[in-house]
Structure formats: structure tokens, C-alpha cells
């Protein structure tokens, strides 16, 4: 199995109710057949006639049969179900393969299949398997995609048996289910610095050192019992004694990705409204800063926090894959709140053991939706914590069709140390962030649609 399927919908299908609810699995000709049969004996009885007997047993037994045959066949097929990848970005496309097996020594009957799917990635399927022979397996597949991120529910399977003659028809349902999460769109981002923003590990002229090799290593005074093959001979030969190396792991840089999602900062809705255009140009965001080598941590306005464990930020390694994951099934099923305010996030970010542990030299970069004048004083007051910090703000106004209106919060933002920019309707993210790079500090741009 490759990486990142999952198996679901495994075993047996559940029990239903047993042969009283098999029998409830007759057909309307299944229910004829019973019925005639009975007029069929009752007239035999009545008339005397035993040939009419035996026709009225045949029709009433053959439904029986069906329902004993159909009531044993469930205990004797097995499902599995195949989901890659089990994480896709909007407008992308999983593949669902499943796998019916006939684990007994007789051949089944027709059986049809039949997976349960939200609407939203398309029309539920349906297979037909004509017959599946002793310890046979059949696999089919079908492919689901949607615009919208979320975490969709695929499952679980049902398996629909019928009898030859149509006289039976029974609904079993497998217990297992899969989880398909759509993440919001990402795009590459240039790789432009920041203002006030320093390297992923260290600080700048630290990280130029690194690539000189040993001139990273920082000797000291050779202590008894230090090994013998960490003896740094050019600082030895320098300060007269013998020095050791001191193999410092340099200090990765901060960084936090603030999304506002307070429902009254942002009109409309789909995937092409502002909200949606937030979200995903966060994830753009996070993606991008961890590939920099930072310890990233998202926040939202209710001061929320995914990253790291706790909520702090992440680790290198496996750690910061793992944490990527996190934030990025968070940004999958992000919502509106409720809220009317910041003073969350604000409160948030200046208790941040992480600001106070490198001095308040971390990254903010937030995206705001409409700010109102306290509001825009409060976000003002966040760049007190950080080192570097841009801001991305969607004015409702404009992916409305009007007028801008957002000039003045943006001028409050700049004059409090910000690089602010304005996002107009569809503009791509990866050219506002390369404007955003390049402007000088406590500037901005307006924005465009390059």
C-alpha cells in the first residue's frame, strides 16, 4: 500500500437483525411468490388437490431459500477500502479503490456496491459485481474532488445482495470509514526577506559563518575527560593551550501567521470570496516560512493556537512535517467566529513564550479583514512584540465592488512600524508578497492584479 493510503471499511459486514430482518428483504415478486403460494396450498386444501399442493410449497419455500441463502452470504464477503492520498488541496483529486472478497468456498450472487460521499465531492457510486468466486476478490475505483476544504467522510460501504430470480434484495452496511481532508490551495512563494526579518537558524551574520564550515565552531579551554578528537588545532595554535570544539546548534528564528476570521470583517462567501482567498494565502504562508527553516505557529483572532506541541511553535525534523500537517487540517476546517475584537490575538502574542525567550525578534504576519478604528489600534499595538511584521488586509469594500476604504487603517498600521498591504479582489498572493518584501519598513503598497 503506498504512502499515505488508508484501509477503511474493513471486515464483515454488521449484523441487521437476522432472519427476521432478511425476510423483511423480500422483493414485491418475492412477496407475490409468498402470497401465491399460501392461496396456492389454502385452494389445494379446500379443493383436494395435491398437485395444486405441491405448486402453492414450491412458491412459498423458493423465497425462503433466497432469504437463507442471502442471510448466509453477508458472513461470507469482506470489504476494504483504499483512500490516496487522504489529504488533498482544494480542486484536487482522491482515488477510492475498493476491494470486495469472497472468503468462503462457494461462489456469490450478484452484488452491488454502493459508497456513501458528501455531496460535495460528487455523485455517490455505485458497482455492480456480477459474481465472485470461491476466495475470489474484485476491486473497483472512483475518484472524488472538491473546491471546498474541509473533512469529508467517505464511508461506509454498502453492499447490496439479490438472489437470481429478483426475489430478495438486502442492504448491508460495512462499520468503517475514511476521512478525506482538503486543505485550502497553496502557491510557491519568492524567496524575498522580510523587514526586520532574520534567517530561519541564528541571526544573519551567524548563518553566513555556517557556510564557512568550521569557522561555526566556538572553541573553549580543554577540560579533563573532553575527548581528544574534538581538539580544535587552529584555536590551539592561536591561544597558546589546548582548545576544544563547542558545537552549538544554531537558533531557529520565530515566526507567527495571525488570521483574522471574525465574521463581521469579511463579506460574501464560496471559494472565491475574501475569506477564502485569507485562508489560503495563510497556508501559502506557513508552508513557505517552514521550508525557511522557522518554528512557525499559527493564530487565529480568538488566540487559538496549532503548531508545536501545546500550541507553541514547531521543531525541526519529523516534528515540523508533523506540525505542518497540523496546521494545515486546522486551515482545512477554519471557520467565522464570533467575535468582534483582536484583544485575543493581542493577548496571545505579547504572553508568547516564544517573543520572550528570543527577545521579541519573532516574524508576525497577519491577515486582516476589515478593520475598524479600534480595531486597527489594536493590531497597531501587536507590532510592539515582534520584530518584523507585514500585514496583509482585505478591505470588504473592494472585492465588493466599490470604493476602497481601507487607506486610513492601513496609514494607522505603517505608523506603528508595520509593512502593510492592501489586497484587492483575486490579486495573486505570490506577487503581493514579493511587494511586500521589497517595501521598506513602515510602508506598504496597494496592491494589483500582476
Known amino acids: 500500500m503506498s504512502a499515505g493510503a488508508q484501509r477503511g471499511a ?7 437483525g437476522g432472519l427476521r430482518a432478511s425476510l423483511a428483504g423480500l422483493t414485491t415478486r418475492g412477496r407475490s411468490f409468498l402470497a401465491a403460494g399460501a392461496a396456492a396450498a389454502a385452494c389445494a386444501y379446500v379443493l383436494g388437490q395435491s398437485q395444486l399442493l405441491r405448486v402453492g410449497l414450491l412458491l412459498v419455500v423458493l423465497p425462503l431459500i433466497c432469504v437463507l441463502a442471502l442471510h448466509r452470504t453477508r458472513h461470507r464477503v469482506s470489504g476494504s477500502r483504499r483512500l490516496t492520498p487522504s489529504r488533498v488541496p482544494a480542486g484536487g483529486e482522491a482515488r477510492v479503490q475498493l476491494r470486495m472478497e469472497n472468503v468462503s468456498r462457494v461462489p ?62 438486502l442492504t448491508r452496511s460495512f462499520s468503517a470509514y475514511d476521512t478525506l481532508t482538503v486543505i485550502p490551495r497553496t502557491e510557491p512563494l519568492p524567496p524575498v526577506r522580510m523587514t526586520g526579518e532574520a534567517n530561519g537558524y541564528g541571526d ?17 579551554t580543554y577540560r579533563r575527560g573532553d575527548d581528544l578528537r ?7 595554535a592561536r591561544y597558546g593551550e589546548l582548545m576544544v570544539r563547542r558545537e552549538e546548534q ?12 471574525r465574521h463581521l470583517a469579511y463579506e460574501g462567501a464560496g471559494p472565491d470570496s475574501a475569506f477564502e482567498w485569507a485562508v489560503s494565502a495563510a497556508a501559502s504562508t506557513l508552508l513557505h516560512v517552514l521550508e525557511q527553516g522557522f518554528s512557525v505557529r499559527l493564530l487565529t483572532d480568538t488566540g487559538d493556537s496549532a503548531g508545536g506541541e501545546g500550541g507553541g511553535f514547531t521543531s525541526g525534523g519529523q516534528e515540523s ?10 486551515l482545512a476546517v477554519v471557520g467565522h467566529s464570533d467575535g468582534s475584537g483582536l484583544a485575543a490575538a493581542h493577548d496571545a502574542l505579547r504572553g508568547g513564550a516564544g517573543f520572550a525567550a528570543s527577545g521579541g525578534d519573532g516574524l508576525l504576519i497577519a491577515f486582516f479583514g476589515d478593520l475598524d478604528e479600534a480595531q486597527a489600534e489594536m493590531a497597531a499595538r501587536m507590532r510592539q512584540r515582534s520584530g518584523g511584521a507585514v500585514a496583509f488586509v482585505l478591505d470588504s469594500a473592494t472585492w465588493a465592488g466599490e470604493p476602497p476604504r481601507v487607506e486610513d487603517r492601513l496609514r494607522r498600521l505603517r505608523d506603528a512600524g508595520w509593512t502593510a498591504v492592501s ?26 492584479r500582476g
Open 230 to 236: 574534538r581538539v580544535h588545532w587552529r584555536s590551539t
Open 423 to 448: 489586497v484587492p479582489p483575486g490579486a495573486p498572493f505570490g506577487e503581493l508578497w514579493r511587494q511586500a518584501g521589497n517595501a521598506p519598513l513602515g510602508t506598504g503598497t496597494s496592491g494589483g
Open 108 to 169: 456469490t450472487g450478484l452484488l452491488m456496491l454502493q459508497d456513501r460521499v458528501p455531496y460535495v465531492l460528487g455523485p455517490r457510486p455505485r458497482f455492480v459485481l456480477d459474481r465472485v468466486e470461491a476466495g475470489g476478490r474484485r476491486e473497483v475505483s472512483y475518484r472524488v474532488r472538491s473546491d471546498l476544504r474541509g473533512r469529508y467522510p467517505l464511508g461506509p460501504l454498502q453492499l447490496r445482495l439479490t438472489d437470481p430470480f429478483g426475489l430478495v434484495e
Open 204 to 220: 544573519g551574520s551567524r548563518r553566513s559563518l555556517a557556510l564557512a564550515g568550521d569557522d561555526d565552531v566556538i572553541p573553549r
Open 250 to 261: 544554531p537558533q531557529r528564528s520565530k515566526a507567527t501567521v495571525l488570521l483574522d476570521t
Open 321 to 330: 512535517a508533523e506540525a505542518a500537517g497540523l496546521m494545515m487540517d486546522t
Open 10 to 16: 474493513g471486515g464483515l459486514p454488521r449484523e441487521a
